[in-house]
Protein backbone atom coordinates (compact mmCIF):
# COMPACT_ATOMS: atom_id res chain seq x y z
CA UNK A 1 0.00 0.00 0.00
CA UNK A 2 1.11 3.46 -1.14
CA UNK A 3 1.31 5.69 2.37
CA UNK A 4 0.88 9.47 2.61
CA UNK A 5 2.66 12.43 3.54
CA UNK A 6 0.88 15.30 4.41
CA UNK A 7 3.74 18.59 3.97
CA UNK A 8 1.99 21.57 5.48
CA UNK A 9 2.72 24.85 3.04
CA UNK A 10 3.79 23.06 0.20
CA UNK A 11 3.49 24.94 -2.65
CA UNK A 12 6.30 27.05 -2.18
CA UNK A 13 9.85 27.71 -1.26
CA UNK A 14 11.33 24.65 1.11
CA UNK A 15 7.77 23.03 1.21
CA UNK A 16 7.83 22.58 -2.54
CA UNK A 17 11.57 21.09 -2.34
CA UNK A 18 10.35 19.09 0.00
CA UNK A 19 7.05 17.82 -1.30
CA UNK A 20 9.23 17.01 -4.73
CA UNK A 21 11.72 14.67 -2.41
CA UNK A 22 9.02 12.98 -0.65
CA UNK A 23 7.41 12.20 -3.89
CA UNK A 24 10.58 10.47 -5.46
CA UNK A 25 10.78 8.82 -2.47
CA UNK A 26 7.72 7.40 -3.70
CA UNK A 27 5.18 8.49 -0.84
CA UNK A 28 1.86 10.18 -1.88
CA UNK A 29 1.37 13.50 -0.93
CA UNK A 30 -1.18 15.98 0.64
CA UNK A 31 -0.50 19.61 -0.33
CA UNK A 32 -1.37 21.98 2.22
CA UNK A 33 -1.67 25.25 1.42
CA UNK A 34 -3.14 28.74 2.46
CA UNK A 35 -3.68 31.46 0.10
CA UNK A 36 -1.51 30.18 -2.56
CA UNK A 37 -3.81 28.06 -4.60
CA UNK A 38 -2.41 28.43 -8.46
CA UNK A 39 0.74 27.15 -7.00
CA UNK A 40 -0.81 24.22 -4.88
CA UNK A 41 -2.80 23.13 -8.15
CA UNK A 42 0.39 23.38 -10.45
CA UNK A 43 2.64 21.39 -8.29
CA UNK A 44 -0.30 18.62 -7.68
CA UNK A 45 -0.64 18.58 -11.60
CA UNK A 46 3.36 18.24 -11.99
CA UNK A 47 2.72 15.12 -9.57
CA UNK A 48 0.01 13.76 -10.41
CA UNK A 49 1.93 13.62 -14.25
CA UNK A 50 4.72 11.95 -12.74
CA UNK A 51 2.52 9.41 -10.79
CA UNK A 52 -1.22 9.04 -11.81
CA UNK A 53 -3.74 10.14 -8.49
CA UNK A 54 -0.47 10.14 -6.09
CA UNK A 55 -1.11 14.48 -4.70
CA UNK A 56 -3.97 16.02 -3.63
CA UNK A 57 -4.68 19.65 -2.62
CA UNK A 58 -6.02 20.64 0.94
CA UNK A 59 -6.90 24.12 1.95
CA UNK A 60 -7.07 25.73 5.30
CA UNK A 61 -5.86 28.41 7.16
CA UNK A 62 -3.92 26.64 10.18
CA UNK A 63 -4.53 29.81 12.76
CA UNK A 64 -8.15 28.92 12.55
CA UNK A 65 -9.12 26.11 14.79
CA UNK A 66 -12.56 24.94 13.00
CA UNK A 67 -9.80 24.99 9.68
CA UNK A 68 -7.42 22.55 11.32
CA UNK A 69 -10.09 20.33 12.32
CA UNK A 70 -11.65 20.42 8.77
CA UNK A 71 -8.15 19.79 7.12
CA UNK A 72 -7.86 16.81 9.67
CA UNK A 73 -11.65 15.32 9.14
CA UNK A 74 -10.85 15.43 5.42
CA UNK A 75 -7.49 13.04 5.71
CA UNK A 76 -9.77 10.55 7.66
CA UNK A 77 -12.52 10.76 5.25
CA UNK A 78 -10.89 9.92 2.62
CA UNK A 79 -9.40 6.99 4.56
CA UNK A 80 -5.72 8.12 3.84
CA UNK A 81 -2.64 6.03 4.82
CA UNK A 82 -0.94 8.37 6.45
CA UNK A 83 2.82 8.12 7.62
CA UNK A 84 4.58 11.59 7.73
CA UNK A 85 3.79 14.85 8.97
CA UNK A 86 6.32 17.60 7.70
CA UNK A 87 5.19 20.70 9.69
CA UNK A 88 6.97 22.89 7.51
CA UNK A 89 3.96 26.05 7.52
CA UNK A 90 4.81 29.34 9.12
CA UNK A 91 4.31 33.06 9.23
CA UNK A 92 7.60 35.27 9.12
CA UNK A 93 7.25 38.75 9.73
CA UNK A 94 8.42 41.85 12.36
CA UNK A 95 6.69 42.39 15.32
CA UNK A 96 8.71 45.66 16.94
CA UNK A 97 8.52 46.45 20.37
CA UNK A 98 5.24 48.95 20.23
CA UNK A 99 4.20 47.60 16.87
CA UNK A 100 3.28 44.68 18.06
CA UNK A 101 -0.30 43.39 18.85
CA UNK A 102 -2.46 40.79 20.55
CA UNK A 103 -4.03 39.76 17.38
CA UNK A 104 -0.22 39.80 15.48
CA UNK A 105 0.83 36.99 18.72
CA UNK A 106 -2.26 35.20 18.36
CA UNK A 107 -1.46 34.28 14.30
CA UNK A 108 2.09 33.72 15.08
CA UNK A 109 1.60 31.41 17.97
CA UNK A 110 -1.40 29.46 16.07
CA UNK A 111 0.18 29.24 13.21
CA UNK A 112 3.77 28.19 14.15
CA UNK A 113 3.60 26.62 17.24
CA UNK A 114 -0.13 25.18 17.90
CA UNK A 115 -1.45 24.11 14.45
CA UNK A 116 1.87 21.90 14.47
CA UNK A 117 1.08 20.68 18.05
CA UNK A 118 -2.52 20.12 17.41
CA UNK A 119 -2.04 18.29 13.96
CA UNK A 120 0.14 15.94 15.05
CA UNK A 121 -1.94 14.92 18.45
CA UNK A 122 -5.07 14.96 16.54
CA UNK A 123 -3.02 12.91 13.29
CA UNK A 124 -1.70 10.76 15.93
CA UNK A 125 -3.94 7.45 15.21
CA UNK A 126 -3.26 7.35 11.25
CA UNK A 127 0.66 8.09 11.80
CA UNK A 128 0.91 5.47 14.85
CA UNK A 129 -0.85 3.03 12.48
CA UNK A 130 1.86 3.25 10.50
CA UNK A 131 4.72 3.65 12.46
CA UNK A 132 5.30 7.01 10.98
CA UNK A 133 7.04 10.02 12.12
CA UNK A 134 6.47 14.07 12.81
CA UNK A 135 8.70 16.16 11.33
CA UNK A 136 8.76 20.09 12.46
CA UNK A 137 10.67 22.56 10.60
CA UNK A 138 12.42 25.18 13.03
CA UNK A 139 14.20 28.15 12.59
CA UNK A 140 18.05 28.71 13.96
CA UNK A 141 16.47 32.16 15.56
CA UNK A 142 14.43 29.79 18.38
CA UNK A 143 17.81 29.55 20.08
CA UNK A 144 18.95 33.07 19.01
CA UNK A 145 16.40 36.05 18.67
CA UNK A 146 16.06 37.53 15.75
CA UNK A 147 16.10 41.33 15.81
CA UNK A 148 12.53 43.16 15.87
CA UNK A 149 10.86 39.41 15.24
CA UNK A 150 10.47 38.88 19.24
CA UNK A 151 7.57 36.96 18.54
CA UNK A 152 8.39 34.82 15.68
CA UNK A 153 11.48 33.78 17.73
CA UNK A 154 9.66 32.78 19.95
CA UNK A 155 7.18 30.54 17.95
CA UNK A 156 10.12 28.72 17.13
CA UNK A 157 11.46 28.26 20.00
CA UNK A 158 8.28 27.11 21.68
CA UNK A 159 7.90 24.48 18.75
CA UNK A 160 11.54 23.13 19.43
CA UNK A 161 9.98 21.98 23.13
CA UNK A 162 6.91 20.97 21.70
CA UNK A 163 8.89 18.71 19.16
CA UNK A 164 10.88 17.24 22.24
CA UNK A 165 7.81 16.83 24.07
CA UNK A 166 5.94 15.13 21.34
CA UNK A 167 9.24 12.82 20.83
CA UNK A 168 8.38 11.62 24.24
CA UNK A 169 4.66 11.70 24.32
CA UNK A 170 4.30 10.13 20.80
CA UNK A 171 6.66 7.37 21.70
CA UNK A 172 6.82 4.28 20.39
CA UNK A 173 5.19 4.34 17.45
CA UNK A 174 5.62 7.74 16.28
CA UNK A 175 9.00 9.50 15.70
CA UNK A 176 9.13 13.46 15.89
CA UNK A 177 12.52 15.33 15.05
CA UNK A 178 13.07 19.12 14.33
CA UNK A 179 15.13 20.35 10.89
CA UNK A 180 16.29 24.17 11.93
CA UNK A 181 17.59 25.80 8.29
CA UNK A 182 19.68 28.60 8.45
CA UNK A 183 19.99 30.99 5.46
CA UNK A 184 18.19 28.77 3.09
CA UNK A 185 16.09 31.61 0.95
CA UNK A 186 16.75 35.17 2.10
CA UNK A 187 13.29 36.89 3.20
CA UNK A 188 11.75 38.98 0.78
CA UNK A 189 12.70 42.39 3.30
CA UNK A 190 16.14 41.64 3.25
CA UNK A 191 18.59 44.06 1.57
CA UNK A 192 22.48 43.39 0.14
CA UNK A 193 24.15 44.28 3.26
CA UNK A 194 22.02 41.96 5.44
CA UNK A 195 22.96 39.27 3.28
CA UNK A 196 26.73 40.14 3.25
CA UNK A 197 26.91 40.11 7.00
CA UNK A 198 24.89 36.78 6.73
CA UNK A 199 27.10 35.30 5.01
CA UNK A 200 30.03 36.67 7.05
CA UNK A 201 29.01 34.32 10.21
CA UNK A 202 28.71 31.31 7.92
CA UNK A 203 31.88 28.48 8.22
CA UNK A 204 30.80 27.64 4.65
CA UNK A 205 30.70 31.10 3.12
CA UNK A 206 27.45 30.62 1.20
CA UNK A 207 23.26 30.47 1.15
CA UNK A 208 22.02 26.93 1.37
CA UNK A 209 19.16 25.64 -1.01
CA UNK A 210 15.65 24.20 0.09
CA UNK A 211 16.97 20.91 -0.99
CA UNK A 212 19.24 20.79 2.04
CA UNK A 213 16.44 20.75 3.86
CA UNK A 214 14.27 18.05 1.64
CA UNK A 215 17.41 15.85 1.47
CA UNK A 216 17.81 15.88 5.36
CA UNK A 217 13.80 15.60 5.75
CA UNK A 218 14.36 12.53 3.29
CA UNK A 219 16.89 10.66 5.35
CA UNK A 220 14.70 11.19 9.14
CA UNK A 221 11.85 9.56 7.66
CA UNK A 222 13.41 6.52 6.54
CA UNK A 223 15.61 6.58 9.51
CA UNK A 224 13.39 4.04 12.32
CA UNK A 225 15.88 4.82 14.91
CA UNK A 226 15.96 8.90 15.29
CA UNK A 227 13.46 11.07 17.38
CA UNK A 228 13.70 13.61 19.56
CA UNK A 229 16.52 15.18 17.59
CA UNK A 230 16.81 18.82 16.26
CA UNK A 231 19.20 18.75 13.41
CA UNK A 232 20.58 22.69 11.91
CA UNK A 233 20.93 22.97 8.49
CA UNK A 234 22.80 26.25 8.54
CA UNK A 235 26.80 25.67 7.43
CA UNK A 236 27.83 25.44 10.01
CA UNK A 237 26.24 29.08 11.65
CA UNK A 238 24.68 27.97 14.84
CA UNK A 239 28.11 26.61 16.02
CA UNK A 240 30.16 29.81 15.98
CA UNK A 241 27.13 31.91 17.05
CA UNK A 242 25.94 34.65 14.36
CA UNK A 243 24.64 38.09 13.76
CA UNK A 244 22.73 39.49 11.10
CA UNK A 245 18.75 38.57 10.07
Known amino acids: MT ?8 PKRIGRAIATQLHEDDYNIVIHYGQSVNEAQALCDELNTKRADSAIIMQADLADATALDKLVAQIETRALSLEVLINNASCFYPTPIGKSSFTKAQQLLATNLIAPYMLAEKL ?3 L ?4 GCVINLLDIHGKRPLKDHG ?7 ALEMATLSLAQELAPNIR ?6 GAILWP ?3 NMESQQAVLGAIPLAK ?3 PEDIAKLISHLVSAPYITGQVIAVDGGRSAVGFMGA
Not at 128 to 131: G, V
Not at 176 to 181: F, I, M
Request: net charge neutral; hydrophobic share 35%; charged share 5%.
Open 124 to 126: CPQ
Open 3 to 10: TWALVTGA
Open 151 to 157: LYSISKA
Open 188 to 190: EQS
Open 176 to 181: VNGVSP
Open 207 to 209: LGQ
Open 128 to 131: SANN
